[in-house]
């Protein structure tokens, strides 16, 4: 074979590898989230908790801060939104990030003075068609994914599962302007 | 030789080029070595030049390769305002403390952890010891001292390595102002300056969000 035909070889290969390499990786993230989350909730599958429940993140293989507690849930947001509310106690941050399949956060992400909704409590959208409110997540680019829900430094982090918090599928003729809350 | 030996060899070449890569991105097997170290583990230095790495992507100029990032431990925050995330490589040495010496935070919330080589692999019983920035005792001209040793010491800011000679130390700032300058500490293994302090000038950030409250319909 000619020189030409080896350092196309090697090219491709220098290409394909990293990509391999991440999808395993991705593929062995990805089964150990789902491995937890059904440990956690007791479901049969992952598809019974996207865009129904969000579980306790307290999988200790994440390697997170020691001072995070909060919840980890699955959505699909091609069709609907996806709204998440919940109980905003007292903590010294509070934020909603998104991943895509790579474990990879989205830029798009709320914190607790983008959701706070009285009361002591949080609204958050995940939408592919945002309106500009501030309490909306644009998943356009991870239409589908993983969500956190953090808390750190909670006041009282035993009492993280008494707040578990609630995710429902908005239809699409719910989607209206948002209303204007100072 | 046969095609399949020279294919072999092609790929041999471009496995040693991606690992090339990642060892020059990332210190990739600085952070093998380190999560497969058994607990407790003496020794020399994994490395002897340590670098800051995040696992956050762009714009965070110290971001590993995506396949480390996904390695080291699933889901960093968005770089652009929640977190801002740096670690490093340190080595404990008997009679040599890690010495850090930083400025004050420009963020709502911070966090320094040291992890041991169980903690990335989950199997620590234990959390890490960590400090928050509002524990830390600052100087009058807001700079801060942290020693990390085996022997005791009267350091007014200190983790406890609790044995262990190798460590990872974790920075996380949560909600920094947009436009802050963020300061890098500088890190002494002894009296040998191994990260000198640095600074990234006016980074970026989303939050808070502008824009009236969504509200189901």
Known sequence: MSVFVHLAVIAVLVIALPLVLQELVARRNARMVDESALAYTGARSREALVNRRAHVNRDPRFAQNPAVTGFIFFYDCRETDLVVEGVLPACRFFGISVYDRYSMPGEAMVIDEDVRAGDGRFIAFLTTRPSGARNEIDVRAIPRGTGIIRYSHMERPETIEEIEPSLARVAAGDREPPKTTP | ?217
């Open chain 2, 1 to 217: 030789m046969s095609l399949a030996a020279w294919l072999a060899l092609d790929l041999a070449i471009a496995l040693a080029i991606v690992v090339l890569v990642l060892q020059y991105r990332g210190q990739l097997l600085t952070l093998l070595r380190f999560r497969s170290l058994p607990s407790g583990a003496a020794g020399r230095p994994l490395t002897r030049r340590p670098r800051w790495l995040s696992t956050q992507p762009a714009p965070n100029p110290d971001a590993i390769p995506r396949v480390l990032a996904q390695r080291m431990g699933p889901f960093p925050m968005t770089p652009h305002g929640g977190d801002w995330n740096f670690f490093s490589y340190v080595h404990i040495a008997p009679g040599s403390p890690v010495r850090i010496h930083g400025r004050r935070l420009p963020c709502r919330h911070a966090n320094i952890t040291l992890y041991f080589p169980e903690h990335l692999r989950g199997e620590a019983k234990s959390l890490p010891p960590s400090l928050d920035a509002d524990q830390i005792h600052y100087a009058d001209d807001g700079s801060y001292s942290l020693t990390i040793g085996h022997e005791p010491t009267d350091a007014a800011n200190a983790l406890d390595p609790a044995g262990h000679h190798h460590g990872m130390l974790a920075l996380r700032h949560y909600l920094f102002e947009d436009g802050v300058d963020l300061h890098y500490p500088e890190v002494r293994w002894g009296e040998r300056l191994v990260l000198p302090a640095r600074t990234l000038a006016r980074l970026r950030s989303v939050f808070p969000h502008r824009g009236p409250l969504r509200r189901r319909a």
